[in-house]
């Protein structure tokens, strides 16, 4: 046995049964109608601002769309802000489908050196996340453009900064693989799994960035919670703008990518030196 | 193919809490002969195979291949070939499970068709094992254990579930696997099931050894015994006394340590007592392996 067949095998796994492109599909529309809906949106606000501020308050009532906001990037980085979710939970499955289906039997019996398939998986979905990146930035950049592009406004595609957010938003999906194969091996339990994911990214993160942006200090702490670090990776997110007053702080990109990846290995050694070596019943 | 080579396993121990499922357990498996591995429910079968494939840990003892742990062999779906417990991913097709586990073994792909002909499933091998029957899994999990042609088989109930017609198909399967010089277990609850198709017979019960031997070492500790009754039981028990037989009571009438029906009845008839019946006790190796794992009811 080495490293490329188990690594071979990962991959196999995920590509014959139907997840994989059941959540790649679904990843696509809802970022793709996500960021069509909000470009359209927010292109017709920047490109008739009277009308906007009428319809949200008023005359006088202050910009739907601050001026000079630079709408390219935030709605491109739909594709992660929200789509983060999908690579994690494909990365959760991969370990926790092996509990649910008691898969765990043949696989160590092909593969008795069970840290060797456990970082394969880590590789694998790392590599699957990137992939489903793509998908997601090219659902959020599609429908995006077109839609600024409706309102006369820049795309930004001829820029390499845009391009730039791009590769940095794949890199991001790749490490949430990573991070959902650490959250399984460390919940095992399937349901357990899902639910943790859906509750952390629908409830818990917002909330808690939210409050955290209220004071210096929290702010200080709430930087290196799993999303403000995605999004200060990617370099842009609606949740900038949703926190206008607040005091958020971000960190560099390249240090929400270390603490994406910290935070994937971490989980996935913890997870690996205990749930993952245990009796196999 | 692989050479056979011997399991052995000495002095294993295992608990789970306060449950101790495997108490110091010894035996060998020699190659080129089917070893029945017989129980009771919860006897320890199971138990004993997960830790030899190292799939648990045992607390105490030792389980190798030829001195190998599962985990040190350099290619084990090359080496043994296990089953237990069959279970799959419903959603995946035959041949995809089984090439998800060559693809990590490093065994060429090839075998995947070969493994599927090889019992009996290949018209199914593109649908999803989740609307397999039973007996089809077990096929499965079969053509798995064949994947890297191995010496060893390690088999944990592969006859439950399978129709008459693939119960005489993996009989006659396990024997030649044996014949070509391979080691071959086969856990079973019951000896009738294996009985047709084992050479040996390890059996346990409450994780302890409690037989070891051939199936024909069985057989003479199961004596034949006939069964006697009488619509005057007392006068049929003078009357066995008279002769000097030995017998216990069963709800049949009679159990006389005796083989031969015809001399029962002829003590009978010295005795002057009608019979109501009067025939031998069948299949005395159940009995003895009942007897043997505690779970014995004579008659
Ligand atoms: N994971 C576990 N946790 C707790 N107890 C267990 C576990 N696995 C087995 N046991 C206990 O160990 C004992 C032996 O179980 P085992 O499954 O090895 O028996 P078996 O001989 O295979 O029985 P069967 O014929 O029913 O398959 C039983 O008392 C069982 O309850
Ligand atoms: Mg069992």
């Known amino acids: ?281 | 193919m692989a050479d056979g080579i011997p399991i052995e396993i000495t002095g294993l121990t295992k608990r789970f809490g306060a449950v101790t499922a495997v108490e110091d357990l010894g035996f060998t498996v020699q190659p080129g002969k089917v070893t029945g591995f017989l129980g009771p429910n919860g006897a320890g079968k199971t138990t004993t195979l997960r830790v030899l494939l190292g799939l648990e840990r045992p607390d105490a003892g030792t389980a190798t291949f030829g001195g190998t742990p599962y985990a040190a062999l350099p290619r084990p779906l090359e080496t043994v070939g296990a089953s237990l417990d069959a279970s799959f991913h419903p959603g995946r097709s035959a041949r995809n499970h089984l090439l998800v586990y060559a693809t990590a073994a490093g065994i060429d792909r090839s075998r995947v068709p070969a493994v599927l002909a090889q019992v009996g499933i290949a018209e199914y091998a593109d649908r999803r094992v989740g609307g397999y029957s039973l007996g089809m899994r077990q096929r499965l999990a079969l053509a798995y254990t064949l994947l890297g042609d191995p010496g060893v088989f390690v088999l944990d109930e592969p006859i439950n579930g399978l129709d008459p017609e693939g119960i005489k198909w993996i009989r006659g399967f396990l024997q030649a696997l044996a014949r070509e010089g391979r080691t071959v277990l086969v856990s079973s609850h019951l000896l009738s099931e294996v009985q047709q198709s084992v050479d040996d017979v390890v059996i346990i019960s409450k994780g302890r050894l409690v037989k070891r031997g051939t199936l024909a070492s069985l057989e003479l500790d199961a004596a034949p015994r006939t069964i006697v009754d009488s619509p005057d039981r007392a006068a049929l028990v003078a009357a066995l006394d008279a002769a000097g037989l030995e017998y216990t009571e069963g709800r049949g009438g009679l159990i006389v340590a005796e083989p031969d029906p015809a001399r029962v009845g002829h003590a009978a008839f010295v005795g002057g007592v009608e019979l109501s019946a009067l025939h031998r006790l069948k299949s005395g190796l159940e009995e003895s392996f009942l007897s043997l794992v505690g779970g014995g009811d004579e008659s």
């Open chain 1, 1 to 281: 046995m080495n490293g490329w067949n188990a690594i071979g095998a990962e991959f196999r796994k995920v590509f014959t049964t139907r997840m994989w492109w059941l959540l790649a599909i679904i990843l696509f529309a809802y970022v793709g109608v996500t960021a069509g809906g909000l470009g359209a949106f927010l292109g017709w606000a920047t490109a008739n601002p009277e009308a906007a501020a009428e319809a949200s308050g008023g005359p006088g009532g202050g910009a739907v769309v601050p001026p000079g906001t630079e709408l390219a990037p935030l709605i491109y980085s739909f594709a992660s802000s929200i789509g983060y979710v999908f690579p994690v939970l494909l990365g959760a499955l991969a370990v926790t489908s092996e509990y649910r289906h008691k898969t765990l039997t043949p696989t160590f019996l092909a593969a008795p050196h069970r840290q060797v398939v456990l970082w394969s998986k880590f590789a694998t979905q790392i590599v699957i996340g990137a992939g489903l990146g793509v998908v997601a930035f090219a659902a959020s950049v599609g429908a995006g453009a077109a839609a600024l592009a409706g309102f006369g406004l820049d795309t930004g595609l001829d820029s390499s900064d845009t391009w730039a957010l791009i590769g940095r938003g794949v890199l991001a999906l790749a490490l949430w693989g990573g991070i959902g194969v650490g959250l399984g091996v460390l919940v095992v339990n399937q349901v357990a799994a899902i639910v943790i994911v859906i509750v952390f990214a629908q409830f818990i993160e917002p909330i808690l960035r939210i409050v955290a942006s209220l004071s210096e200090v929290t702010a200080a702490i709430g930087k290196f919670l799993p999303g403000a670090a995605s999004d200060a990776l990617v370099g842009a997110s609606f949740y900038t703008m949703a926190t206008p007053g607040g005091t958020a702080q971000s960190l560099e990109w390249w240090q929400g990518g270390l603490v994406l990846l910290g935070i994937a290995v971490v989980a996935t050694v913890i997870g690996g030196a205990t749930t993952w070596r245990r009796d196999v019943t």
